[in-house]
Structures are given as structure tokens and as C-alpha cells.
T-cell receptor
Framework: EAQVTQNPRYLITVTGKKLTVTCSQN?????MSWYRQDPGLGLRQIYY???????DKGDVPEGYKVSRKEKRNFPLILESPSPNQTSLYFC?????????????FGAGTRLSVL | AQKITQTQPGMFVQEKEAVTLDCTYDTSDQSYGLFWYKQPSSGEMIFLIYQGSYDEQNATEGRYSLNFQKARKSANLVISASQLGDSAMYFC?????????????FGIGTKLQVIP
């Protein structure tokens, strides 16, 4: 089954404790992205990746890191989480179909930083 | 820079009626794609429909159609014959179609509630 898998689904942590949210896709997609969703703000792109070892900042990259060492994996790293990073996070992957860039989303990770 | 505006925080529609969800956009790109996604209360994001800026016809996918008016920079989603399962958040999004495909911008969403 084609899917994007995020782990964990729920996470409660404390300020300053490094964490990683994993994302894996089995569709051989070149493109992957991380978003955060906050009430009243919609989805905002944190980082995206065009292929292995190629990443770029989205609209809200501060406080986050990513890496793309393998095509299927795109982890999101919070080196020193703060309460304002409490949010719902989505990973997405896509591959161009002509000029269509339809994204497939993971189920989301709900993060609370205390 | 890209910008998506959804001005309807919430909408109600009677079951079996049609409903239009508004989306306007702004971009400096000549070629771009517009998308609609649905997010039910369970939280997953589901792709609904795509419109390319150079597509001559409005996109349709089953009960979903996209009313694309390029000169007005609008890309409204029309849902025909609403069903209870259509109750969800709906997000409009866009991305460039020539390079920078991954730079995706979403609107803040519209919450649709279908009334029996």
C-alpha cells in the first residue's frame, strides 16, 4: 500500500529536549515536505526536499532541521523545542505527473512542548 | 511570493445542495498549479482536485469542480450534491509549475458543515 508514515503520532516533551519526528514514504517520490498546522493559520511549510541531500527552507524554518540521506526518509529534528513549536505536524511526499505536484500526506504528529 | 486567501472561516450547507468554497490567490509566477485538499475531523489530508494555470478547461473530479477564473485570480471549489461525509476543513493551495514545485502555499482553510 502506497503511504507516508510518520512517527510518533503523539508526543509530549519538555522545553529543550531534542526530538526527531520520522517520515518515510514507499512511493519512490523525489519530493518531500514538512508542514505545521496551527488553528487559524492553515498549513505552513517548514522545509522541503527535492531529492537526496537537497533541501531548502519553507516559510517557517526557524527552530527546525531536516536531512535527506535516503530518498524514502525525511526526518524533522527539533534541537531545542520550545512551547511555540506545539503544533500538528505533517510530512508529505510527491512526484511530478507532468506539471502536477500532488502531495500525499502522512497521518500527522501532534506535538506538545511543555 | 505566493499568497492564498480563503475568506470563509465556516460554511453551512443543506444535504444534497451545492456549495462553493472561495479561494483567491496571488503569485508572480506565470505557470502554477492550484489544489484543494480536504481534512476530515480524523485529521488526514486528502487531495481533491488540481487545476493548472494554463489548463483551458475547469477541472472536475466526480462531485468536485474547480471554478477557475484566471483574470480574477480565483479558484473556487464547488461541491455538488453535498453529503454528510463532506463535513470537513477544506484547504486551497498553490505551487509554481516551473521549478520550485515544492514551494507550496496553503490558505487558512474553510470549515464546511453539512446539515441533514
Amino acid at each position: 500500500e502506497a503511504q507516508v508514515t510518520q512517527n510518533p503520532r503523539y508526543l509530549i516533551t519538555v522545553t529543550g529536549k531534542k526530538l526527531t519526528v520520522t517520515c518515510s514514504q514507499n512511493m519512490n517520490h523525489e519530493y518531500m515536505s514538512w508542514y505545521r498546522q496551527d488553528p487559524g493559520l492553515g498549513l505552513r511549510q517548514i522545509y522541503y526536499s527535492m531529492n537526496v541531500e537537497v533541501t531548502d527552507k519553507g516559510d517557517v524554518p526557524e527552530g527546525y532541521k531536516v536531512s535527506r540521506k535516503e530518498k524514502r526518509n525525511f526526518p524533522l529534528i527539533l534541537e531545542s523545542p520550545s512551547p511555540n513549536q506545539t503544533s500538528l505536524y505533517f510530512c508529505a511526499s510527491s512526484s511530478l505527473q507532468g506539471t502536477k505536484n500532488i502531495q500525499y500526506f502522512g497521518a500527522g504528529t501532534r506535538l506538545s512542548v511543555l | 511570493a505566493q499568497k492564498i486567501t480563503q475568506t470563509q472561516p465556516g460554511m453551512f450547507v443543506q444535504e444534497k445542495e451545492a456549495v462553493t468554497l472561495d479561494c483567491t490567490y496571488d503569485t508572480s509566477d506565470q505557470s502554477y498549479g492550484l489544489f484543494w485538499y480536504k481534512q476530515p475531523s480524523s485529521g488526514e489530508m486528502i487531495f481533491l482536485i488540481y487545476q493548472g494555470s494554463y489548463d483551458e478547461q475547469n477541472a472536475t473530479e466526480g462531485r468536485y469542480s474547480l471554478n477557475f477564473q484566471k483574470a480574477r485570480k480565483s479558484a473556487n471549489l464547488v461541491i455538488s450534491a453535498s453529503q454528510l461525509g463532506d463535513s470537513a476543513m477544506y484547504f486551497c493551495a498553490m505551487s509554481p509549475n516551473s521549478g520550485g514545485y515544492q514551494k507550496v502555499t496553503f490558505g487558512i482553510g474553510t470549515k464546511l458543515q453539512v446539515i441533514p
